[in-house]
């Protein structure tokens, strides 16, 4: 168990619709990253906050939209879905503002139909 | 080009077999690299972590890093059917911000 904890774990939704995904990093982490993972891209950065500041941004889409709150929980919005939105979110955190170590939760199924 | 380049198998290899798995990488910069570990339906882990080149062994797993070639290597020694999983390979700039980039695995199964 890495210690990082993401909910839903699976998330069926329709096209149009928005999501949000939640993430709580492990305890003392004070960055909390989010990675988009399908199976013709790969795990792919979106966006990375520290300490509750957007400190690195990815391959976001404008549709999509994250924060961090005060007690370091982070959340991934995701609004406007298209089929192609469907993949495995993860969250990760680490220690530090780049520390190179990250430690991922278990993931986010989202299926968009 | 990916900044990142990995074979995606799969690689199948018998129960105690020495597996080599490999990445190719064409930004220079790099200094950070890193292997993980990701079972089916779970969150990558990490294996192996490397600072510039050289090589770096734990246990059963040694990490290679050719940074003249940009190319990173993982051993496994004496491999298991519990070593069944997808590699992948990642590397950083480091420096003020950590944005990984990743490889897109290699599926590796140990046959019993």
């Given at each position: ?113 | ?8 198998g799969p690689l199948s ?95 590796l199964?140990?046959?019993?």
């Amino acid at each position: 168990d890495s210690g990082v904890t993401q909910t839903p774990k699976h998330l069926i939704t329709a096209t149009g619709q928005r999501v949000t995904l939640r993430c709580s990093p492990r305890s003392g982490d004070l960055s909390v990253y989010w990675y988009q993972q399908s199976l013709d891209q790969g795990l792919q950065f979106l966006i990375q906050y520290y300490n509750g500041e957007e400190r690195a941004k990815g391959n976001i889409l404008e549709r999509f939209s994250a924060q961090q709150f005060p007690d370091l929980h982070s959340e991934l919005n995701l609004s406007s879905l298209e089929l192609g939105d469907s993949a495995l979110y993860f969250c990760a955190s680490s220690s530090g503002p780049a520390n190179e170590k990250l430690f991922f939760g278990s993931g986010t199924q989202l299926s968009v139909l | 080009q990916k900044e990142v380049e990995q074979d995606p198998g799969p690689l199948s290899v018998p129960e105690g077999a020495i597996v080599s798995l490999n990445c190719t990488y064409s930004n220079s910069a790099f200094q950070y690299f890193m292997w993980y570990r990701q079972y089916s339906r779970k969150g990558p882990e990490l294996l192996m972590y490397t600072y510039s080149s050289g090589n770096k062994e734990d246990g059963r797993f040694t990490a290679q890093v050719d940074k003249s070639s940009k190319y990173i290597s993982l051993f496994i020694r004496d491999s298991q059917p519990s070593d069944s999983a997808t590699y992948l390979c990642a590397m950083t700039l480091g420096g003020a911000t950590n944005k990984l980039i990743f490889g897109t695995g290699t599926l590796l199964a140990v046959q019993p």
